[in-house]
């Protein structure tokens, strides 16, 4: 019997839903909905600095306006919240600890962002970008009672990691080499976006993952890490990003907001222009989700970024 489908929508409120926001998410709705899977609605609300109830209103009430729906989640079900989830976070890092597959690292951020991204091709036991890695066990300890507050990173094995994204095909990724070991737990204590994510998809059974394109890049590392927890990975599926002109469009441009738009626009004319310029339909028309629906293929679906403009204005592609 084949498995079911599972998707899910997984914003973080850390903002007004923008329009690529809710390409990814009118994405997902589809992919889930075309599968006869059930969706989840995720809250990743993992930052509590950055995260703001009054986004996640606001996200909940776009997405019904829209009449993308789903079938279990946030905000009935509130063990959906990453805020609400740090046990589940602390147990899987725990059993990366115990395995030797985490290190504390004391860098500052500075530091981090300068070794981002230099790991040495071919070298084996420590992440030369960070000297951390490399720390005895003594100095470590020493470290860890001397009072100040370690991140923890992943140790990154030296291994290729391969898998067939739905929309852009085959990626393969060396952990070490390509990614670098990367913080699973900040020193504050918050757990980081790359861990949170992995056993959310791991323990909430979900089978597709589908979502903008710029996370294509952390697919391996998830993979990785949800196997490594022992828990089959799920399908990745990446969609194009929208753009400006200028580049991604980010949750800070205000006039793109769905809030914003909510006011001059019909939901229906919001997802025919959306749904245009994704190339899901030929013609701008106004539709809803459903009528989307039946001819929905990603084949249909454009790999390269798609500049957006507001219904009304240019489809400027
Ligand atoms: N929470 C992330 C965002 O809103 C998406 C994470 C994911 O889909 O894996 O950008």
Sequence with gaps: MNKPVVGRFAPSPSGYLHMGNLLSLLLAWLDCRSL????????????????????????????????????????????????????????????????????????????????????????????????????????????????????????????????????????????RRDAGDFILRRADGVFAYQLAVSVDDALMGVTRVVRGRDLLASAPRQKWLIETLGYPAPDYCHGPLLTDGEGKLSKRLGSLSTQVLRGQHRPEEILGRLAFLAGLIDREEPVTAWDLLPDFSWEKVRREDVRFEAPGGPANT
């Design 36 to 175: 006869g899977g059930e969706l989840i609605f995720r809250l990743e609300d993992l930052d509590p600095a950055r995260s703001k109830k009054e986004y996640s209103e606001a996200m909940i009430s776009d997405l019904r306006w829209l009449g993308l729906d789903w079938d279990r989640g946030y905000p009935e079900e509130p063990q959906y919240a990453q805020s609400a989830r740090t046990e589940l976070y602390e147990a899987a890092f725990e059993t990366l600890r115990r395995r030797d597959l985490a290190y504390p690292c004391w860098c500052t951020r500075a530091q981090r962002l300068a070794a981002a991204s230099a790991p040495h091709p071919g070298e084996r036991d420590r992440d030369p970008g960070c000297p951390c890695a490399g720390l005895t066990r003594e100095e470590r300890r020493e470290r860890l009672t001397s009072g100040k507050a370690p991140a923890w990173k992943l140790r990154c094995p030296d291994e290729k990691v391969r898998l067939l994204d739905g929309h852009y095909g085959p990626v393969e990724q060396n952990l």
